[in-house]
T-cell receptor
Framework: GAGVSQSPRYKVAKRGQDVALRCDPI?????LFWYQQALGQGPEFLTY????????KSGLPSDRFFAERPEGSVSTLKIQRTQQEDSAVYLC??????????????FGPGTRLTVL | KNEVEQSPQNLTAQEGEFITINCSYS?????LHWLQQHPGGGIVSLFM???GKKKHGRLIATINIQEKHSSLHITASHPRDSAVYIC????????????FGTGTRLTIIP
């Protein structure tokens, strides 16, 4: 089946604009992760869902960032009043989350956000 | 100090050379991942390991839990191996999130 997909692949926003980034995980994957990757850096954790429950949002950099996964499948990362420092690649990953095991995460292609 | 450190940051080698990329971490982990990222951002998982050694084609990954160190080796390197290789760890505190190193940019010259 299809892998993790993300849309849009590229987004250019003016400073102050709101943006919404979409992630379609692999069908049946319970866990969904959002990561932020600044230019030249490794990804950094933003937030994590198990089904529709947001279990960890400790990585969200400010209250302008909001993520949801209302039906336990597709997830949306919303950034309000974008700032230039929000420019980054936003990566989504999903995993099966078999109980007691450390699961492989499958990554989407990312959304490159540029805030002007 | 970052929880996950990689070395070298950049590596350029001739085609055919044996490549080693190192990863050290400072926290207890339940698993370590090696990932490959090509220009354009897509990330592919190469290995997930919690002990010992794994091999897939020309790629070999090893981990020493006591020393908190892992290595990724590429034998008979090829220009198509040129990419950023990222080490990531999952802590052993019941959280599935990954903590990433900053990556090693590998360039293989024909």
């Amino acid at each position: 089946g299809a892998g993790v997909s993300q849309s849009p692949r590229y987004k250019v926003a003016k400073r102050g604009q709101d943006v919404a980034l979409r992630c379609d995980p692999i069908s049946g994957h319970v866990s969904l992760f959002w990561y932020q990757q600044a230019l030249g850096q490794g990804p950094e954790f933003l937030t994590y869902f198990q089904n529709e429950a947001q279990l960890d949002k400790s990585g969200l950099p400010s209250d302008r960032f909001f993520a949801e996964r209302p039906e336990g499948s597709v997830s949306t990362l919303k950034i309000q009043r974008t700032q230039q420092e929000d420019s980054a690649v936003y990566l989504c990953a999903s995993s099966l989350r078999l109980a007691g095991l450390s699961n492989e995460q499958f990554f989407g292609p990312g959304t490159r956000l540029t805030v002007l | 100090k970052n929880e996950v450190e990689q070395s070298p940051q950049n590596l350029t080698a001739q085609e055919g050379e044996f490549i080693t990329i190192n990863c050290s971490y400072s926290v207890g982990i339940s698993a370590l991942h090696w990932l490959q990222q090509h220009p354009g951002g897509g990330i592919v998982s190469l290995f997930m390991l919690s002990s010992g050694k794994k091999k897939h084609g020309r790629l070999i990954a090893t981990i020493n839990i006591q020393e908190k160190h892992s290595s990724l080796h590429i034998t008979a390197s090829h220009p198509r191996d040129s990419a950023v290789y990222i080490c990531a760890v999952r802590s052993d505190f019941g959280n599935e999130k990954l903590t990433f190193g900053t990556g090693t940019r590998l360039t293989i010259i024909p």
